[in-house]
């Protein structure tokens, strides 16, 4: 059986640690993405960049067939209709992507109670909050709300972050309140393993499965079991 290619995207901290990472899916070979890219055989494309190779990869994916797994928030990808199977992902912690899933299904129920909704990442982050927009689109509070910390200090001393994952943290809470009430959920992902370990699910649900030549999230793929 030939491989089938998996090209990466971007030079940051995320499409190195997918491209370090030991994926061991044997029909699949992992590699960089080149500009010049002559592959013509239907591919996997995982986008981790800023976007300035996106019109690249969609034109590849046009017209090779490709998948593309958009790992990249607040791009025109969220909106775009296409003709090859293009998979949305605000997040690829599959503990996390399910708890997404669980409140774009319940959510609504709380739309009356006071939520506040708190955000942390690495400093070096400049993209939307993906993961917290689709929490507070679920929950029907408006992005504005949502609070952001990218301080160290009050990462380390307030949010008890370890020193040494600083740099390579996501951390959500939510707080729901009804008077003297309160529920508090919090997700907390250290490192890069479990968005590498969720990529290659995601990869895997690929392969196996013919997706659709339209957008999808990937909470579909969770909706209908696939992940």
């Given at each position: 059986m030939?491989?089938?290619k998996?090209?990466?995207?971007?030079?940051?901290?995320?499409?190195?640690?997918?491209?370090k990472a030991?994926?061991?899916?044997?029909?699949?070979?992992?590699?960089?993405?080149?500009?010049?890219?002559?592959t013509t055989?239907?591919?996997i494309?995982i986008?981790?960049?800023?976007?300035r190779?996106?019109?690249?990869?969609?034109?590849?994916c046009?017209r090779t067939?490709?998948?593309?797994?958009?790992?990249?928030t607040?791009?025109?990808?969220e909106?775009?209709?296409?003709?090859?199977?293009?998979?949305?992902?605000p997040?690829?912690s599959?503990?996390l992507l399910?708890t997404?899933f669980?409140l774009?299904?319940?959510?609504h129920?709380?739309?009356?109670y006071?939520?506040?909704?708190?955000?942390?990442?690495?400093s070096?982050?400049?993209t939307?909050?993906g993961t917290?927009?689709h929490f507070?689109?679920s929950l029907?509070?408006?992005?504005?709300?949502?609070?952001?910390?990218?301080d160290?200090k009050?990462?380390a001393?307030?949010?008890?972050?370890?020193v040494?994952h600083l740099e390579?943290?996501?951390?959500?809470q939510?707080?729901?309140?009804?008077?003297?009430?309160?529920i508090?959920?919090?997700?907390k992902?250290l490192?890069?393993?479990s968005?590498?370990?969720?990529?290659?699910?995601i990869?895997e649900?690929?392969?196996?499965?013919?997706l659709?030549n339209?957008?999808?999230?990937?909470?579909?793929l969770?909706?209908?079991?696939?992940?």
């Open positions: 030939n491989n089938k998996a090209f990466v995207v971007g030079s940051g901290k995320l499409a190195n640690a997918i491209l030991d994926f061991s899916i044997p029909t699949v070979e992992l590699l960089p993405w080149q500009a010049s890219n002559t055989s239907p591919s494309v986008h981790a960049g800023s976007g190779e996106l019109k690249d990869c969609l034109d590849f046009a067939g490709s998948v593309l797994i958009e790992l990249s607040g791009l025109a990808t909106k775009l209709e296409t003709a090859f199977p293009l998979v949305i992902c997040n690829t599959i503990l399910k997404l669980m774009q299904q319940f959510g129920n709380f739309k009356d006071e939520i506040s909704i708190m955000e942390s990442h690495q070096s982050k400049t939307e909050p917290a927009y507070a689109n029907h509070v408006p992005h504005e709300r949502v609070i952001s910390i990218r160290a009050t990462q001393y307030k949010i008890n972050i370890p040494a390579k943290h996501a951390y959500h939510i707080v729901i309140k009804d008077k003297n009430d309160e508090k959920i919090e997700t992902v490192g890069h393993d968005y590498s370990n969720g990529v290659k699910k990869i649900v690929c392969l196996k499965n013919k659709a339209k957008r999808h999230t990937v909470l579909d969770v909706d209908m079991g696939l992940l």
